[in-house]
């Protein structure tokens, strides 16, 4: 019998992607849908495409915990009591928030507000199988699903912290509209959007301490590192393009592609390019564009990362998640190829 | 008697764009247009909005050349003869390409080729007036309209340059198709450039030996930088985003954006904002929005500049710098609001 | 001295262009702005681009109405009250908004709700100048202001109906988002448009009475007309496709384009095409492009019309029909040509 | 053993997609890809989202030919030979091109040239299994993919012509920029197409023969059709807006709509809305919408239809038909879901 799964707060279009790659994942039952607005519509009516023939439910843990595994697409802060219950009735949950990415609560804090459940943290483990976190994903009962640029920007920059081979980092994030979810508002008005760039969070974008924790414990010191995010007329895509110093000038150039292709020769969602990564070429699909060059001329390293925001970044990374967890094929679920032109 | 001008290249984007607004000019008289591409067809075949009834002739200096000034929107490489002849005849020129923008001829060797004509690289004069060149353009015979790029990101870094506060500088810049050209090619094609964001020119851009020409000039001392331009999904626009060291990390947090306040006070082009600037709000027009901050938990500066890259990347600028030539009201013919939404 | 002039409800987008357009103009004073939401700031923060320094008020009748003139840009419903405030003052008023285009309060009634001072209907103009109302509107107290639509398919169809050359229309329009407005909605978000074409208000657009209205006023009999508006994602710009039975099969091919060169031939604004439209070469202007066909083989007509939604068919419009109620010079304060690319 | 397959002029849109849906096909072994341009690259080099690890290949007959099926994605009259030569070495072929969709030679060098292989036209099956042609197709040796345009306003349209409810259409047709395919031109650059809306092909269209011929064959009686396409600022996507007369203006309103449900109701890709379908909610799959509305006010019969241009409208429809051809799922390799946001 297949393990069954809901998918909690799917009205959104993180939450609605999970619910549709769940549905057609070939060893998961998805069971049911909650949602905080819609309540009583099918997911189909709000995502045709999805075409998920499941209505969206108010919550009811009774009914809705009755699972093998969830997925929360809750907002940040909302989503860590529903979590906290889900847990207690052994339910193990991959969690799209950023409720249990910082291992800190104090940095939580700092960057958000105080944390509902602390104690949580400690058995959250951070869900970027390709970054070593493969093992302990797992085991895990809670897998903190990562942030879209994080994601973007760790796969690219990580394998070199990781090897020591880079400081003192810049990242020049760039990213389409679907990231700023589904909320009607100015900012994600057509016309304002639209034949626009512009940067946005500056200086302090919350997904910053999420960078810094891991390329800290990659490169097992302290890392200060520069984000700054850019809206791109577009739906989809993230493209982090990230400066680094060298530790060693000395170096050869090829050496930084070449540890990124030794890191990711046998993942399957990574390709490593001699060329700037398209967001394009990954929209759709959860796969991932990263490429690395030396420019000997200014001693930097420039390194970029490509995904789509809502697969890689979101939903397709949860569904990674879900089939580590059940140490099944970790592309199940997961093979849709991207879409362009 | 207006005095005459004639626009050599107007099939061209940028040629185009200075013909309309020569064209509409209150003190200029358009006597001609040449191509090297349509000749025969009226510009507002081409461009029926620009609404100038001229036709676009062959190159005929002996009659071309009758003119007071010149604007010379030719490719690299072949813009530098024809600026040579126009000199000759007494003609007052600037000169849209990259051809004498570098003053010094190995630094243009290195990145272009061999200079045809290096004897003139001493006669022209950087034609940003913004940045302290406004006397020497006023006397120039040769005026090298300075690059799209260089445009945007010397407008919001040179002034922290030139009074020593800044160092180390990397440039993640962004730009819409138009400054690709007219040409068709599979870069411009509309899938390739639709829904995606991708860098180019890595990690050498020849953009680059300009801005650090101009940072270095500012700044009394040697700059290296680095410079990655991207593609986005839009027409026109540039945002050049730039990371930065203080020389002095104890300077207030509001000392950058106060100097930029402070050298463009009296700028009728530049606007300096307390928030990222919008390409979208300069569309259409030669106006210039930078901003400036100072992120004290890394211990960087960070700068932004936006341009419309036709307008004061190109053609605005050009018309900008012949009214300085003349001693003219800076922004006569230039008076045109962007456009939003 | 200048007469003076107020714009009631800028801070939407047609409001707001109207703004722009009077405070540049070179024979009005832009006396003040005022707006329903936004109270306290200024236009500039808002729309950046459009460059007015006026800050938005709320209503004050004894200090807002002691103008020459005023622009309502309201909601259909919300106008009508303040128009007829304006008038009682003695104020000229040209009005953005429906309540004052239908000439029957019961059709009125039928498509909108009950007409709030049907008593005013009889005092409005139509305010579409090349349709044969220049004279009327220069005498008249109230102006109101065509549709964005209605004025697309009107400028291309209406001479042929005046000259009886078509029946049994119909027609299929494309518009760019901003005629939405600003409100942000689900139905403008950026994520709903991009990469979408759909259309809205099948069978019954609002927009259809108004068409109707005027075509048989041109053709002097009851016309019928199928209008289904599509939305494009885009900014700005609508196309109006037309296809019409010819009331004579025997007619010669060129007859409708010769028909629309010969009404147009003295309308500054109105150019006719060989070819077909595009959006894009009158975006940002109060340029119109129009083009008829007889497609032989079918036995039908086709007719094209391309305006900027938001200038001619909107701010643009209200400016050139206050040039015409002060016997100014039509084109004075619209001579801005439009941007592409 | 699966049947083999090769694909024909890989390197376009519609090649290089048929490719990538056949190379994850379940049931057929995906054999060779030939192109006229980019021999010896590899598809993935292309198109890295297809990730179809194969090399494009110069055409060799006798290697290529020995397959059970090819699917030909060559321009119309170099599509005739090639088709020719596989049908005489016993090759099931699906041609994508216009080369066999006119059954009538008279009318193919009315709108094409002449007919370059006449003889073979009585073998072709027209490919569209939806509109009755499910059976001719499974023993076709020569099926003829119908156009992109077809597909979207026959599937909305043919269905009520069988009925003989409707006569006299007009199709106003929308479309995205892939639909012109993979060449670089004046047409497709992005600055063309961006922020614009035109129309092309006025008031004669190749697809148009295409349309009257099925419809004709629908309704048993002559139809003269007037087709116009649009171009959209997108890059995937069809909308097909047609209006038509109805034979019985006393027909219930509901009668349309119902008709297209009766018809489709076990088609697994085609799906009757109540609302204007969306070219949106298709992207990236082989799904369409339809939708028709009774305009009592007007009298008129308003139908639409929404594909995919590239996959139900090419590269999904070929697969399709092979499908059918085997008698296979009609479904099996098109399950995937669409893109939306």
Known sequence: MSPSVSVFGAAGFTGALTARLLFRHP???????????????????????????????????????DVDAAVVAYPHGAAAPLVAELIDRDVKVVDLSADFRLRDPETYE??????????????????????????????????????CYPTAALLALAPLAREGMIEDVVIDAKAGVSGAGRAA????????????????????????????????????????????????PMTRGILASAYALPTDPKRPGHAYADELRRAYEKEPFVAVLDQPPDTAHVRGSNRVQVAAW???????????GAIDNLVKGAAGQAVQCLNVMRGWDETAGLDGAGIFP
Do not use: C, K
């Open 185 to 232: 508002s100015e900012a994600t008005h057509f016309v304002t959007v639209d034949e626009n760039i512009s940067a946005y969070g500056v200086p302090r974008h919350r997904h910053t301490p999420e960078i810094e924790q891991e390329l800290e414990r990659a490169a097992g010191a302290l890392v200060r590192v520069v984000f700054t995010p850019h809206l791109v």
């Open 294 to 304: 030396w420019d000997a001329r200014t001693g930097r390293v420039i390194v970029m």
């Open 27 to 65: 060893s998961f039952e998805l069971r049911a849908l909650t949602a905080r607005s819609d309540v009583g519509r099918r997911l189909d009516q709000l995502y045709p495409n999805h075409r998920v023939p499941l209505g969206l439910e108010e919550l009811d843990l009774d009914r809705h915990a």
């Open 110 to 147: 700092e960057w958000y507000r105080e944390h509902p459940v602390p104690d949580l943290l400690g058995r959250a483990v951070y869900g970027l199988p390709e970054l070593g976190y493969r093992e302990a994903i797992t085991g895990a009962d809670l897998v903190a699903n990562p942030g």
